[in-house]
């Protein structure tokens, strides 16, 4: 699997491939369960049911880093933070920003696009309690790592959206940039923002998760923030 990510010609090529993935028992056997059980409200749909591949352009400036697709929104839709409640939320925000056309994500059909900015999560399946475990997450990391190659002319900044996402990063760092990653590694925070040499500026952001966004400790405005600064740090108008 590692080897196939290496081998990624493109952002296009790795998407398919990544998709073609089953590195992981756990999380292979428990995307397919939940696309067969589904959920009432979409018993009538088919599920994806497979790893779900990064979204946005190729140039893209701005990466945003999540933990692992939701089992009824992107293992559902195929599509990244697509058909949930987060998703809602972080695209309503994007689309604030002027960095997604339109402010929803319901359908890989939708007519959604982005600009200037790729989403992808440091583990591509859906895991039980949206927990992977660090094994999984070590499985899953060539397929991002290879993706942050792909995107490395032009990307500058990468908002890790909680603290998993933002441990993902520090190996990014090691392997993609060939840099040691700082000692002792950067706290996460809501806000924090670190910046090394030759390097993406990381900032850190609380997860576009319900229990986050539903009470108050994520808000939009705190969102807004989050983007103007990577825009700003990005160079994007
Ligand atoms: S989590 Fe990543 S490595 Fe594991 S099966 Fe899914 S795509 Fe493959």
Request: with cysteine; charged share 20%.
């Amino acid at each position: 699997m590692a080897a196939r990510a290496a081998r990624a010609a493109d952002l296009a090529d790795l998407d398919g491939a990544v998709s073609d993935c089953f590195a992981c028992p756990r999380l292979v056997a428990w995307r397919e369960e939940v696309a067969r059980v589904k959920r009432a409200a979409f018993r009538d749909q088919d599920y994806w049911g497979r790893p779900v591949p990064g979204l946005g352009p190729p140039g893209a400036r701005i990466a945003i880093l999540g933990l692992a697709p939701a089992a009824h929104g992107g293992n559902r839709t195929g599509r990244i933070f697509t058909g949930d409640r987060s998703g809602d939320v972080l695209f309503a925000a994007l689309h604030r920003a002027g960095l997604a056309n339109q402010p929803t994500s319901v359908a890989a059909d939708d007519g959604l696009t982005l600009r200037d900015t790729r989403i992808f999560a440091a583990v591509r399946c859906a895991p039980p309690d949206n927990k992977p475990t660090p094994a999984e997450r070590d499985t899953c990391a060539p397929w991002l790592h290879r993706e942050v190659e792909l995107i490395r002319p032009t990307l500058r900044v990468v908002v890790a959206l909680g603290a998993f996402a933002w441990a993902a990063w520090w190996p990014v760092l090691r392997r993609v940039y060939g840099q040691r990653p700082p000692t002792p590694r950067p706290v996460f925070g809501h806000g924090a923002h670190w910046s090394g040499e030759s390097v993406p500026a990381l900032l850190g952001c609380y997860h576009v998760s319900q229990q986050n966004t539903f009470t108050g400790r994520l808000t939009p405005a705190m969102l807004d923030d989050v983007f103007t600064r990577a825009k700003d740090l990005a160079g994007v108008d």
